[in-house]
C-alpha cells in the first residue's frame, strides 16, 4: 500500500452528553458528516465523569464500536 497526503486534521471540542458525561468530540453532525456518525474520546480516571451515563435518547440502540487503547471498563 502506498502513501497518503493528509487533507485535514480536526480538532476535538470538550463537550457533555447524556446524562453529563464529559468528552471530547472528534466528529459530529456539526462538520457536515452523517448525523449518526459521532467520534468521541472519553479520557479520564474519574469514574464520577462518566456516572450519569446515557438515558433514554433518540439513537439509543444504534450501533456503537468501542475501542479501548489502555484500562479497563
Known sequence: MGS????????GRPTSDGGGVRLMRMISPEQGLDPFLLLDE???????DYIA???????RGFE???YMLDGHM
Do not use: E, K
Open 4 to 11: 497518503r497526503t493528509v487533507v485535514s486534521t480536526v480538532i
Open 42 to 48: 472519553f479520557n479520564s480516571a474519574s469514574a464520577d
Open 53 to 59: 451515563g446515557f438515558p433514554s435518547h433518540p439513537h
Open 64 to 66: 456503537t464500536v468501542t
